[in-house]
């Protein structure tokens, strides 16, 4: 049985003319997925951006999401950047928290690593909670969708429609002390990033 070419242990499979484990195809297979998903989350993107430019909605199809097999170790939901019980998984949109995964790696490639980081704690602690509701919760993740797409956005909303959704945020989490802490270290690196 051949070797893998990346990590020496028994290969069972050929990619691009390389002998892979199960470890190191599965490795692949998450990469080409997570690639597929970016590309298909800015394609959606940018035909909301055009419709919201042009007035006219629903006219352009938009493109599916890629559905994966994510059965991580330990009943956890990994996305790239984000952790998610599975606990959690079917109360939650988890396309709003594809969404804030997809941005958070947009972020980091940027070179702001302290917005992603206290991006991804925050966007953790919000789905970790229970002391808020499961529809508070999900209000939540698309407000963080929101704003964290609005961070790498060449076009962004009016300051107006940015402070109303951060204090939409602000308001959501205030009954509780732990996201409120994390909020605090959030905002001020949000509003830096859209200029006020």
């Given at each position: 049985?051949?070797?893998?070419d990346?990590?020496?242990?028994?290969?069972?499979?050929?990619?691009?003319?390389?002998?892979?484990?199960?470890?190191?195809?599965?490795?692949?297979?998450?990469?080409?997925?997570?690639?597929?998903?970016?590309?298909?989350?800015?394609?959606?993107?940018?035909?909301?951006?055009?419709?919201?430019?042009?007035?006219l909605?629903?006219?352009?199809?938009?493109?599916?999401?890629?559905?994966?097999?994510?059965?991580?170790?330990?009943?956890?939901?990994?996305?790239?950047?984000?952790?998610?019980?599975?606990?959690?998984?079917?109360?939650?949109?988890?396309?709003?928290?594809?969404?804030?995964?997809?941005?958070?790696?947009?972020?980091?490639?940027?070179?702001?690593?302290?917005?992603?980081?206290?991006?991804?704690?925050?966007?953790e602690?919000?789905?970790?909670?229970?002391?808020?509701?499961?529809?508070?919760?999900?209000?939540?993740?698309?407000?963080?969708?929101?704003?964290?797409?609005?961070?790498?956005?060449?076009?962004?909303?009016?300051?107006?429609v940015?402070?109303?959704?951060?204090?939409?945020?602000?308001?959501?989490?205030?009954?509780?002390?732990?996201?409120?802490?994390?909020?605090?270290?959030?905002?001020?690196?949000?509003?830096?990033?859209?200029?006020?």
């Open positions: 049985m051949p070797a893998c990346q990590c020496g242990k028994p290969a069972i499979a050929s990619a691009n003319q390389l002998n892979l484990c199960v470890d190191c195809l599965y490795k692949l297979q998450w990469v080409q997925y997570t690639r597929q998903m970016a590309i298909a989350q800015q394609i959606n993107f940018l035909l909301d951006q055009a419709e919201a430019v042009t007035g909605y629903g006219v352009s199809p938009r493109m599916q999401m890629p559905a994966a097999a994510n059965d991580s170790p330990g009943g956890r939901m990994t996305f790239n950047n984000i952790r998610v019980d599975r606990s959690v998984v079917g109360a939650i949109n988890t396309g709003e928290v594809q969404r804030i995964d997809v941005a958070l790696t947009n972020i980091r490639f940027a070179g702001n690593e302290e917005l992603a980081s206290a991006l991804r704690d925050f966007t602690a919000v789905l970790a909670t229970n002391e808020l509701s499961q529809q508070l919760k999900n209000d939540l993740l698309g407000q963080i969708s929101f704003l964290s797409e609005q961070v790498r956005a060449t076009a962004k909303q009016a300051p107006g940015l402070k109303t959704v951060m204090g939409g945020v602000a308001s959501g989490v205030s009954t509780v002390a732990s996201l409120v802490s994390l909020w605090e270290k959030l905002e001020p690196l949000l509003a830096r990033s859209f200029g006020m």
